[in-house]
């Protein structure tokens, strides 16, 4: 999955170009970040502590890009619910 696949999701619910290079307003700056990094990467600390040797990821990538998906979707409304629709 390229990283364009993995965003595409968010990137519409947050109305923003999916071309690299693309300029976002701050807001869609806010819900990618919030929504889509920090869930990304908080999707590595958990495959890290939930692995057995809580040394390395056992899953890595992949495991990170569907934990970031599943939570996106799962937090959407609440998300809109705190911070508005995105216009």
Known sequence: ???WDSK???LQKIDAPSTEG???RSRQVHAF???GTFLHELGHHVDRI???SQVDESNGEPFA???E????KELWPAYIEEFGEID
């Open 8 to 10: 595409n999701w968010l």
């Open 1 to 3: 999955m390229s990283f």
């Open 50 to 52: 939930s692995t057995r």
């Open 69 to 72: 998906l599943r939570r996106q």
């Open 33 to 35: 970040l919030l929504l």
């Open 22 to 24: 693309a300029i976002l």
């Open 65 to 67: 890009i569907a934990y």
